[in-house]
């Protein structure tokens, strides 16, 4: 499974991004999808998960009602909708996935078998 992710940028406080994830196999309903930032000098951190049919999602905390993880299994994409963007958020977001699932949301970056080249994101103050 190969992963592309795509919408990063340079946005000020306050501003959105949409992220996406395409992958590359014919069984994109089968696995279970992740999102991961990477900040310089921190270790990478679990964002939202969204299980292969989009009943289930997960988010940290700090994301929790401003991001939105969603996925269209026609498209073979996963997107991250990120909304009041802060600072805090500016890092490298990596797209994963899993043919498992983990109780509790797949949230160790340990879960996931497949990962994408990651997409800078930058929050400016």
């Known amino acids: 499974v190969q992963l592309v992710e795509s919408g990063g940028g340079l946005v000020q406080a306050g501003g959105s991004l949409r992220l996406s994830c395409a992958a590359s196999?014919?069984?994109?309903?089968?696995?279970?999808m992740g999102w991961f930032r990477q900040a310089p000098g921190k270790e990478r951190e679990f964002v939202a998960s969204?299980?292969?049919?989009?009943?289930?999602?997960y988010y940290e905390d700090s994301v929790k009602g401003r991001f939105l993880i969603s996925r269209d299994n026609r498209r073979d994409t996963v997107f991250l909708q990120m909304e009041s963007l802060k600072p805090d958020d500016t890092g490298v977001y990596y797209c994963?996935?899993?043919?498992?699932?983990?109780?509790?949301?797949?949230?160790?970056?340990?879960?996931?078998?497949?990962w994408g080249q990651g997409t800078q994101v930058t929050i400016s103050s």
């Open positions: 196999t014919q069984t994109f309903s089968s696995y279970d």
């Open positions: 994963a996935a899993t043919a498992s699932t983990v109780a509790g949301g797949n949230q160790s970056p340990y879960d996931y078998e497949y």
């Open positions: 969204i299980s292969w049919n989009g009943g289930r999602t």
